[in-house]
């Protein structure tokens, strides 16, 4: 089970994240906007609502998704160095899945 810090301002994404993750046997926490600092083992992040360099800075794996047709915000993102970026339609299919296997590979 890891600790994961879903940044997610969206409710009903949130609530999407947080079951999904939750039910694969995660810990969740949903927050509006990226903290200064987190006490978590892994980041995901709704890269519309969060500032990839923000989440980046927290240190921790991070998983960002966007809208497949937003393609400046998928740049933006692996610029300032967010591990695994992902369109949201993926997220939505797999994201247990690859919190797991980032997981294991960190």
């Known amino acids: 089970m890891a600790r994961v810090l879903a940044c997610v301002a969206d409710l ?3 609530s999407r994240v947080s079951e999904s993750l939750g039910s694969a046997g995660h810990r969740v ?17 709704d890269l519309e609502a969060c500032d990839p360099a923000a989440i980046a ?17 998928r740049d933006r993102a692996v610029a300032a160095g967010i591990d695994l970026v ?3 339609s ?3 299919r797999e994201l247990p899945a690859l919190v797991d296997r980032a997981l294991a590979e960190g």
Do not use: K, N, Q
Not at 29 to 45: G, S
Not at 57 to 73: Q, V
């Open 12 to 14: 009903m994404l949130a």
């Open 29 to 45: 926490e949903v927050v509006a906007a990226a903290p200064e600092a987190a006490d978590c083992d892994l980041v995901v992040c």
């Open 57 to 73: 800075r927290l240190g921790h794996f991070s998983i960002g998704f966007y809208s497949h047709l937003d393609t400046g915000t």
């Open 86 to 88: 992902i369109p949201r």
């Open 90 to 92: 993926r997220m939505a």
